[in-house]
């Protein structure tokens, strides 16, 4: 029979009609959570598949900081995190070096000329921090020193001072992961395990990583970035 709106009363529905429809009905939220979006479908590989960790410890890693301090001065190690700060009014890491103030942890052990190479960390910038290099791979064709750098200016992460990867960095932690494959002079960044970046290489005979804070053009007073988890990876051959 009719409703007085024109629709039919659930009675007038068969028995067998009416438990599919609320069969369906039950399973459409099921169907909706799994069902693949734009946003949420594209899961992220894990940018360390295939690679194997190597032996890093804390004897492994060379404080670069101005040569007229300790390196405690500009460096501590607490509960697994590593801190580095420096001034814009420091002094370089060597007597006469034009180069500009930084405290940085240059991964010595590793120093590679081939193969597919992977530094991995967690990195942790306070507000303020600005104009300044956190991460690279050091080694270039001349006239360049480095491959990649990134870097901050006023809150966002920059490969050199011309990409923004990352437009708020400050005050929280992030993963980064950088892969290096040297025979295809080919960088890929990684920033929380999406990738965000890929470039060519430029030249140069040997490698290694680095991190911390190395002034920049434009550099802020005070820098500093905090590291955790620090690892170097490499894909077997």
Known sequence: MDAPDGSLHHQCLSPTISKLTLFLLLLLPLISTFTPSSSSSRWQA????????????????????????????????????????????????????????????????????SGVWQFEAHGYVPCGTSGVCITQVFGAAFPRNTTLMLRVYNGSLYYYHDTVLVPDIYDRWFRVNIIHDVAASNLKVYIDGEFKFETSGHGGTFHYFKCGVYAQDNASYYMESRWRGIRVLKKGD
């Open 46 to 113: 894990d940018p360390t598949s295939g690679f194997e960790e190597l032996t890093l410890n804390q004897s492994n890693l060379h404080i670069q900081k101005p040569y007229d301090l300790p390196v405690s001065d500009r460096y501590s190690f607490i509960n697994g995190v590593h801190k580095l700060w420096v001034y814009s009014t420091d002094h370089p890491l060597s007597k006469g070096s034009p180069t500009r103030p930084r405290s940085e942890i240059f991964l010595n052990q590793y120093i590679y000329y």
